[in-house]
């Protein structure tokens, strides 16, 4: 407790110092420090270099335990989640889906696509991908880090206790954490199924949060020609941007198209900030 003094200044610069001058050492040491190595697939936290995907502020605090204390957790309430909004759009007349197909850029500028063996113009493209691919790699390729992904299904009505869905692990086990889907679904049986998920390079799941990758990045938007969105976790190389402000990036797209009012690839300012 010695090590904690919450008057003291707290460093900023990465994510190591943060840590450190927020906690002391010890502290550092047992929650901090290994987890996000395995995390991130780095050699040192100092690499970490941007912060408002994790909380700031007080690191230690009393009352609710709860990373995100106020923040509502929320999951639908079908068995089978997000699948049927995905099929019932799949069946409207209005759009066309196609699915499991590789897309080739032909023209960038006019918007002319290769799919499957045709070409194709559109007015608007909306990518949710790395936006490096669109540019054929030409500030170099995007970081990411993957998940290889195991499913345990064990004859327990519950593995973890109760409301715990997630449980983080910093020590020296390869995986980051384990999730129990109950939690969410809340489906009744007496076996449950749980998640190990470990960091791999398999898979662009996670943009780094180094300010160099995501300068990178917006590099790429950058060069995007007019008519251009990039959405998403991927599309806006950003780690923070959860499933919440994807569809917000979404929703605003309409907005814009609706009143002509386009100004860059990536809608609302507050994603071209770093800090
Ligand atoms: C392990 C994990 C846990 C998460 N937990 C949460 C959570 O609890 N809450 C939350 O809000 N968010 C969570 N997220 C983040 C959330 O998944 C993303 O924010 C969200 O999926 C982004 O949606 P999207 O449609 O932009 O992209 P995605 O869902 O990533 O969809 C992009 C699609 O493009 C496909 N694709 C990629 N490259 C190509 C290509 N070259 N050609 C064709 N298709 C391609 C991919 O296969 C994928 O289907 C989590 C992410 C991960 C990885």
Redesign the pocket.
């Known amino acids: 407790m010695r090590e904690i003094n919450s008057n003291k200044k707290i460093d900023y610069k990465n994510l190591e110092d943060y840590w450190i001058s927020a906690t002391g050492k010890t502290l550092y040491s047992k929650f901090i420090d290994r987890y996000n190595k395995k995390m991130w697939l780095v050699k040192s936290n100092k690499e970490i270099d941007t912060f408002s995907w994790s909380p700031k502020g007080p690191a230690l605090k009393k009352g609710s335990r709860a990373v995100y204390g106020g923040q509502i957790c929320s999951y639908p309430k079908s068995l089978d989640g997000y699948n049927n909004f995905f099929d019932k759009l799949q069946k409207s007349k209005k759009i066309k889906v196609i699915l499991k197909e590789?897309?080739k850029v032909i023209n960038l500028k006019k918007k002319i696509f290769k799919i499957r063996n045709k070409k194709e113009k559109f007015d608007i493209i909306v990518n949710?991908?790395s936006p490096d691919?669109l540019l054929n790699y030409k500030f170099g390729e995007l970081k990411f880090i993957g998940?290889d992904i195991h499913k345990i299904v064990l004859p327990v009505k519950n593995l973890l206790p109760n409301k715990v869905a997630f449980i983080y692990y910093a020590n020296n086990e390869k995986f980051t954490r384990i999730c129990e889907f109950k939690k969410f679904t809340k489906h009744k049986s007496n076996s449950t199924l749980v998640l190990l998920?470990f960091p791999s390079f398999n898979g662009?799941?996670?943009p780094l949060p180094l300010k160099k990758e995501i300068k990178k990045a917006q590099k790429y938007l950058k060069s995007l020609p007019d008519g251009y969105f990039s959405?998403?976790?991927?599309?806006s190389y950003r780690y923070e941007?959860?499933?919440?402000d994807?569809i917000e990036q979404a929703l605003k797209i309409e907005e814009i198209i609706k009143d002509n009012s386009y100004d860059g690839p990536l809608p609302l300012k507050r994603w071209w900030n770093l800090n």
């Not at 959405?231 to 599309?235: E, L, S, Y």
């Not at 941007?241 to 919440?244: C, G, R, S």
């Open positions: 590789q897309v949710t991908i691919f998940r998920e662009k799941h996670y959405i998403g976790r991927a599309g941007v959860d499933m919440d994807s």
